[in-house]
């Protein structure tokens, strides 16, 4: 994940313009921390809450902050599509990478989570992939190659949901 810089040079008035752009890129998504994070609302351990689902039965839930990513070559030092597990990412499979906090929080290597943007639920997503450590109370959403689809879906305060379990797989 890095910043993209990209300048733009234009003459006018007699003088050159120089415009920059920074683009925060984490994978092809926005997903570098900004100074207007801390006036998002809270996300984290502190909104975790445990509901009964019609559907779904018993399950975990929590605000995180959601971003998106994809597969691309130069978003990677190795194959674009070999996830944190040493899995293949196939971009037909609805997938997410979790920070690592979110693993000691229950989350594990192919949990099903859904995920709730605006009040509507769509998932399940399969936990496939793991963020750099630096990142908490965080997802990234795998869009494939598709990096119009990761640019704009952009970052976003999402509740996920996943089932109470007691089995762990390797994390």
Same mark, same amino acid.
């Given at each position: 994940?890095?910043?993209?810089?990209?300048?733009?040079?234009?003459?006018?008035?007699?003088?050159?313009?120089?415009?920059?752009?920074?683009?925060?890129?984490?994978?092809?998504?926005?997903?570098?921390?900004?100074?207007?994070?801390?006036?998002?609302?809270?996300?984290?351990?502190?909104?975790?809450?445990?509901?009964?689902?019609?559907?779904?039965?018993?399950?975990?839930?929590?605000?995180?902050?959601?971003?998106?990513?994809?597969?691309?070559?130069?978003?990677?030092?190795?194959?674009?599509?070999?996830?944190?597990?040493?899995?293949?990412?196939?971009?037909?499979?609805?997938?997410?990478?979790?920070?690592?906090?979110? !693993? #000691?929080? %229950?989350?594990?290597?192919?949990?099903?989570? @859904?995920?709730?943007?605006?009040? =509507?639920?769509? *998932?399940?997503?399969?936990?496939?992939?793991?963020?750099?450590?630096?990142?908490?109370?965080?997802?990234?959403?795998?869009?494939?190659?598709?990096?119009?689809?990761? !640019? #704009?879906? %952009?970052?976003?305060?999402?509740?996920?949901? @996943?089932?109470?379990?007691?089995? =762990?797989?390797? *994390?």
């Amino acid at each position: 994940m890095r910043a993209a810089t990209v300048t733009a040079f234009g003459m006018g008035l007699g003088g050159a313009i120089a415009i920059t752009v920074t683009v925060l890129l984490g994978g092809c998504g926005p997903s570098s921390a900004s100074a207007s994070e801390s006036n998002l609302p809270k996300t984290g351990p502190d909104t975790r809450t445990t509901e009964a689902h019609p559907e779904h039965g018993e399950r975990h839930t929590m605000w995180v902050t959601a971003t998106a990513y994809c597969s691309r070559p130069q978003e990677t030092d190795g194959d674009p599509f070999i996830a944190a597990w040493n899995e293949r990412l196939d971009p037909k499979v609805k997938s997410i990478a979790v920070s690592r906090d979110l !693993l #000691e929080e %229950g989350l594990h290597h192919r949990s099903s989570v @859904w995920i709730e943007i605006d009040g =509507k639920e769509t *998932g399940p997503y399969l936990v496939l992939d793991k963020m750099n450590k630096r990142w908490k109370h965080r997802i990234d959403v795998y869009f494939g190659t598709d990096l119009k689809g990761a !640019l #704009e879906f %952009g970052k976003k305060r999402v509740r996920i949901s @996943w089932k109470t379990s007691t089995s =762990k797989t390797d *994390g």
